[in-house]
Structures are given as structure tokens and as C-alpha cells.
């Protein structure tokens, strides 16, 4: 249950868009349903319901709803259509939606439901009359969904028997949020969504692996913070590096703790035993590698967990991916033509992977050539299912995603996003971009470090301790001339 989407969160009535969509992507692995198609003994069904209507909901959530074509229910108090909320002098001052704005979340994929003409709490009212009056649609609102008005929610989550009985009378089912029962449905229960509320099964995990590549690393770590859905781990593990690698994830470490860790192998273990060390230090249900040297489109961990949560058969989530640097369009040339997808800007040259309509389709493929790259997202079960990466003559992570396949599990195309893939030579001159990122890392690390300097010198703990240290020194420079010490003291009082 929902009230209010809005850019701020002032109260727990409130989820800012940011967290709506993030908890709209976690709904990707249940069905999302009308009411009257709601099985309550169908643990994949799930009901999007908003209270009130608000206004914001129509400006912040419609669009949002709109893009995941998700069905969701709308409960409408009659008396606050195209009013506000100024009777409430706990929250802040909000609009409620007018008759045009829930014609259009109709149109938008919403259904009307009722929720009593003035949202009096029906648990103390015996007067029979007044429940009626409050449980009866009036006829202009009835016009505005000619499909809804078949359920109801109490006031406040609420009731008494009396109410629940003439409930009965009038609708297919009712709602609560704090009396109900999840099995009768004249009281359902609903879950008060806040804005820190999870509605995923499953967490994610990013590693990024880096050896020598400090100088990419910036634009890798923050095309992933940058997600529309984050990692709940993002690990930098390092192979032993000996350029900046420690600096920089040491200091984006400092910027997200609880996000982001960083693991430095003492020596270098080589790819197949550092991805495989790599992911013993995660906890993740969903796993992928990003190099230290690409980059990911922002919906990337999105759109792969859409994948990854359609089907418990589904183990590997795969995508396109777009060469991008100084050697991009050699690499794009070499390719066969039916792998070419576009060029972008001639700096960014898509490449295009197959789908396959079964996974005997799928193996058929990978033993000729292999069409899932390493930061395809997989589940832990899946490599748990072949032992991880081991040592072959293959690509590691060819040789991965093949046995997971082999092993019965499918692989399915996240078509709406791709990796970009870094194409790239040695030559300090074709790295322009990143030595500018790598610039600007080291000015906003010094100017974090001046002003937590600054701060700290303004601080009274450190005038009380540059004080004490100035009479030690004072101290130890005249301990055989106790006169001036006592002098001294003395000045202080």
C-alpha cells in the first residue's frame, strides 16, 4: 500500500521516485495483478494498491507504472477529489487528484476501488445509516472507471462486524492493513510500503577484477554506483596490482562503506583462482564481473535481474555489447557482418549476440562459438551447480557458461542494455579521458582531505588538544624551573 511518490520523503507516508522504481524492478519476479485476479493461495500474485488519491501519484508513479505495464489499484475517497490535505496537520500540505488526473490513471492502467466518501475510521461507528452513506458510490464517480468500484479498503485499516457485513452486501472483497487476514478476502491484509521497504528475493553482487588498470577503474566503479538499480556488494578485488589500483578503490571504499569493498591479493593468483577467490568473498544470490577497464550502461543490473527472475531454470543473463576506444573500430571490422549492430557517433560500435528459443538451441551454438560474454549476470546456484571457473584451453568464462549450460541450466538475452566494452592500446596518448577522470579523483580526494583538515582545526577537540600539546612542550622545556612553571600555570587559571 501507497500514498505518496514525490522526489522528497518529509514523512514514512511518503517514497521518493528513486526508491518506487527500485521497489517496481524487485516486483520483476512476481505477477502483478488486478484484485479480482488476485490468488491469495499464489504466493507469484502481488496487488499495487495507492490510498487517497493523491496528485503525486498521477505526476510521479503513472509514468512508472506505465513503463513496467503493471496493473495497480486505486482507492478513492470522494470528499478530497481535487481538494487537499489540509486537515491533516501532521503532514505536509499535499494536492489530491481531480477527476481529469484519475481519468487518466485509468487510462494509465489503474482501476478505481472505493475507500468511504469522508475516511471516517468505521471501527467505532454502529449507526447504521452512516455506514451505508459511507460505503455507497455516488454516480459520478462510478463513471470514472466503469470497471471498478469492486472492492473496498477501511479507513485506517479498521472495522467492526457490522461494517464488514454491509461490506459484503456491496463489493467483491476489502482491504485492511493492520486487522486483516491474509486468506479472507473481506479482510485482507496489506503491507504499508515505506521508502526503505525491499520487495526483492534476490541480492546482487558486482566484482570488478583489476590488475594494472587503476587508470580505468574510476569510470568502471562509477558506471556502477550509477545504476538504476544498485549492487547490494560491489567488491574491487585486485591481483596484486602495482599502479593506483589500492589508492583509488581504498578511497571509494572511504566514500561507500557498507557498498563497496576492496580485496588485494597478496600475490598474483591469475583469472580462473582470483575469479573463483573473488566470489568466495560475496554473499550475493546474482553475481557478474565487470572489467576494471569497461563500463555499463545505467539499467544493466536492472534489466539482467528482470532476466534472472523470470524462470528458477534461468541461470545466466547475457546482453550485447558496444566496443568502445582507440581500437574500437578495428575490433568492429574484424567481426563477421551479421554480429555488426550500429555505430554510434562513429565512437561506439554495437555488436550484436543471438537469442535462442530453447536451450538445446542455445548449446548447439556455444559448441561452435560462444555468444555470452564474461559480465553476463549468472546465479550463485548455477555456478555453485559446476564447481566455479576452472582451467581450460577455453575463454574462463566460455568455459563457464557452457558446463552451466550443459549442466541443464538456460541463458536468456537482456535485450535493452549492453556492456561497453573497452577496446584499447597502451599508449598513454590514446587515454585522454581516463587520465582526466584520474586528474580529477586525486583533486576531489585532496580538497576531501583539506576540508576534513580544516574542519577538524576548527574543531574544539582540536583547540583543547593543540593547547595541552603547546604546555607539554612548555613543560619539558623548563621541567628544572618550577617557578615558571607555576607562573604559568597560574596565567592559565
Same mark, same amino acid.
Given at each position: 500500500?501507497?500514498? @505518496?511518490?514525490?522526489?522528497?520523503?518529509?514523512?514514512?507516508?511518503?517514497?521518493?521516485?528513486?526508491?518506487?522504481?527500485?521497489?517496481?524492478?524487485?516486483?520483476?519476479?512476481?505477477?502483478?495483478?488486478?484484485?479480482?485476479?488476485?490468488?491469495?493461495?499464489?504466493?507469484?500474485?502481488?496487488?499495487?494498491?495507492?490510498?487517497?488519491?493523491?496528485?503525486?501519484?498521477?505526476?510521479?508513479?503513472?509514468?512508472?507504472?506505465?513503463? !513496467?505495464?503493471?496493473?495497480?489499484?486505486?482507492?478513492?475517497?470522494?470528499?478530497?477529489?481535487?481538494?487537499?490535505?489540509?486537515?491533516?496537520?501532521?503532514?505536509?500540505?499535499?494536492?489530491?487528484?481531480?477527476?481529469?488526473?484519475?481519468? @487518466?490513471?485509468?487510462?494509465?492502467?489503474?482501476?478505481?476501488?472505493?475507500?468511504?466518501?469522508?475516511?471516517?475510521?468505521?471501527?467505532?461507528?454502529?449507526?447504521?445509516?452512516?455506514?451505508?452513506?459511507?460505503?455507497?458510490?455516488?454516480?459520478?464517480?462510478?463513471?470514472?472507471? $466503469?470497471?471498478?468500484?469492486?472492492?473496498?479498503?477501511?479507513?485506517?485499516?479498521?472495522?467492526?462486524?457490522?461494517?464488514?457485513?454491509?461490506?459484503?452486501?456491496?463489493?467483491?472483497?476489502?482491504?485492511?492493513?493492520?486487522?486483516?487476514?491474509?486468506?479472507?478476502?473481506?479482510?485482507?491484509?496489506?503491507?504499508?510500503?515505506?521508502?526503505?521497504? =525491499?520487495?526483492?528475493?534476490?541480492?546482487?553482487?558486482?566484482?570488478?577484477?583489476?590488475?594494472?588498470?587503476?587508470?580505468?577503474?574510476?569510470?568502471?566503479?562509477?558506471?556502477?554506483?550509477?545504476?538504476?538499480?544498485?549492487?547490494?556488494?560491489?567488491?574491487?578485488?585486485?591481483?596484486?596490482?602495482?599502479?593506483?589500483?589500492?589508492?583509488?578503490?581504498?578511497?571509494?571504499?572511504?566514500?561507500?562503506?557498507?557498498?563497496?569493498?576492496?580485496?588485494?591479493?597478496?600475490?598474483?593468483?591469475?583469472?580462473?583462482?582470483?575469479?573463483?577467490?573473488?566470489?568466495?568473498?560475496? @554473499?550475493?544470490? !546474482?553475481?557478474?564481473?565487470?572489467?576494471?577497464?569497461?563500463?555499463?550502461?545505467?539499467?544493466?543490473?536492472?534489466?539482467?535481474?528482470?532476466?534472472?527472475? &523470470?524462470?528458477?531454470?534461468?541461470?545466466?543473463?547475457?546482453?550485447?555489447?558496444?566496443?568502445?576506444?582507440?581500437?574500437?573500430?578495428?575490433?568492429?571490422?574484424?567481426?563477421?557482418?551479421?554480429?555488426?549492430?550500429? $555505430?554510434?557517433?562513429?565512437?561506439?560500435?554495437?555488436?550484436?549476440?543471438?537469442?535462442?528459443?530453447?536451450?538445446?538451441?542455445?548449446?548447439?551454438?556455444?559448441?561452435?562459438?560462444?555468444?555470452?560474454?564474461?559480465? =553476463?549476470?549468472?546465479?550463485?546456484?548455477?555456478?555453485?551447480?559446476?564447481?566455479?571457473?576452472?582451467?581450460?584451453?577455453?575463454?574462463?568464462?566460455?568455459?563457464? !557458461? @557452457?558446463?552451466?549450460?550443459?549442466?541443464?541450466?538456460?541463458? &536468456?538475452?537482456?535485450?535493452?542494455?549492453?556492456?561497453?566494452?573497452?577496446?584499447?592500446?597502451?599508449?598513454?596518448?590514446?587515454?585522454?579521458?581516463?587520465?582526466?577522470?584520474?586528474?580529477?579523483?586525486?583533486?576531489?580526494?585532496?580538497?576531501?582531505? &583539506?576540508?576534513?583538515?580544516?574542519?577538524?582545526?576548527?574543531?574544539?577537540?582540536?583547540?583543547?588538544?593543540?593547547?595541552?600539546?603547546?604546555?607539554?612542550?612548555?613543560?619539558?622545556?623548563?621541567?628544572?624551573?618550577?617557578?615558571? $612553571?607555576?607562573?604559568?600555570?597560574?596565567?592559565?587559571?
Amino acid at each position: 500500500m501507497y500514498h @505518496k511518490i514525490h522526489p522528497d520523503t518529509p514523512t514514512m507516508w511518503w517514497v521518493s521516485v528513486n526508491e518506487f522504481y527500485r521497489q517496481m524492478v524487485e516486483l520483476s519476479n512476481k505477477k502483478v495483478v488486478y484484485l479480482n485476479d488476485y490468488d491469495c493461495k499464489n504466493e507469484n500474485h502481488v496487488v499495487i494498491t495507492f490510498d487517497g488519491i493523491y496528485k503525486n501519484i498521477y505526476e510521479y508513479a503513472l509514468p512508472i507504472l506505465k513503463h !513496467f505495464n503493471y496493473p495497480f489499484e486505486l482507492f478513492l475517497t470522494s470528499d478530497y477529489v481535487g481538494y487537499d490535505n489540509s486537515f491533516d496537520s501532521v503532514e505536509p500540505l499535499t494536492k489530491f487528484t481531480n477527476s481529469f488526473e484519475l481519468l @487518466k490513471l485509468v487510462e494509465g492502467g489503474g482501476r478505481l476501488q472505493w475507500h468511504t466518501k469522508s475516511h471516517p475510521n468505521l471501527k467505532n461507528v454502529s449507526d447504521l445509516e452512516v455506514i451505508i452513506e459511507e460505503l455507497t458510490v455516488p454516480e459520478e464517480i462510478k463513471i470514472l472507471d $466503469i470497471n471498478g468500484f469492486d472492492w473496498f479498503a477501511y479507513p485506517h485499516g479498521e472495522f467492526n462486524d457490522l461494517v464488514v457485513n454491509e461490506v459484503k452486501l456491496r463489493f467483491r472483497g476489502a482491504l485492511s492493513c493492520n486487522q486483516g487476514d491474509e486468506f479472507d478476502k473481506y479482510r485482507f491484509n496489506r503491507l504499508t510500503v515505506e521508502n526503505h521497504t =525491499s520487495l526483492k528475493k534476490n541480492t546482487i553482487a558486482c566484482i570488478i577484477p583489476c590488475y594494472n588498470y587503476g587508470r580505468f577503474l574510476i569510470e568502471a566503479i562509477e558506471s556502477v554506483i550509477k545504476q538504476t538499480i544498485i549492487p547490494d556488494e560491489i567488491l574491487i578485488s585486485d591481483d596484486c596490482s602495482t599502479d593506483e589500483t589500492q589508492i583509488i578503490a581504498q578511497e571509494y571504499v572511504k566514500k561507500f562503506p557498507g557498498l563497496i569493498k576492496y580485496n588485494r591479493n597478496e600475490t598474483n593468483l591469475g583469472i580462473v583462482k582470483h575469479f573463483n577467490e573473488a566470489i568466495k568473498l560475496t @554473499k550475493a544470490d !546474482f553475481i557478474f564481473f565487470l572489467g576494471a577497464d569497461n563500463r555499463l550502461l545505467s539499467n544493466y543490473v536492472e534489466e539482467c535481474i528482470k532476466i534472472l527472475n &523470470k524462470s528458477e531454470e534461468i541461470g545466466i543473463a547475457y546482453t550485447d555489447y558496444t566496443f568502445f576506444g582507440p581500437r574500437a573500430k578495428m575490433a568492429y571490422e574484424l567481426l563477421p557482418d551479421f554480429r555488426h549492430f550500429g $555505430i554510434i557517433n562513429n565512437s561506439f560500435f554495437k555488436v550484436f549476440f543471438p537469442e535462442t528459443n530453447s536451450r538445446f538451441e542455445l548449446l548447439d551454438i556455444l559448441n561452435q562459438s560462444n555468444i555470452i560474454h564474461g559480465s =553476463s549476470m549468472f546465479k550463485r546456484t548455477a555456478y555453485d551447480s559446476v564447481q566455479g571457473y576452472i582451467q581450460s584451453e577455453m575463454p574462463e568464462d566460455y568455459n563457464l !557458461f @557452457k558446463r552451466i549450460v550443459e549442466k541443464g541450466w538456460d541463458a &536468456k538475452k537482456a535485450k535493452n542494455t549492453n556492456l561497453e566494452y573497452r577496446q584499447h592500446s597502451d599508449s598513454q596518448a590514446n587515454n585522454v579521458l581516463s587520465l582526466q577522470k584520474l586528474m580529477l579523483f586525486y583533486k576531489d580526494s585532496y580538497l576531501s582531505l &583539506k576540508k576534513e583538515k580544516n574542519d577538524y582545526e576548527n574543531s574544539k577537540v582540536f583547540r583543547i588538544s593543540y593547547k595541552l600539546y603547546r604546555f607539554y612542550r612548555f613543560i619539558k622545556r623548563n621541567y628544572n624551573n618550577p617557578r615558571k $612553571i607555576f607562573k604559568r600555570i597560574l596565567k592559565i587559571k
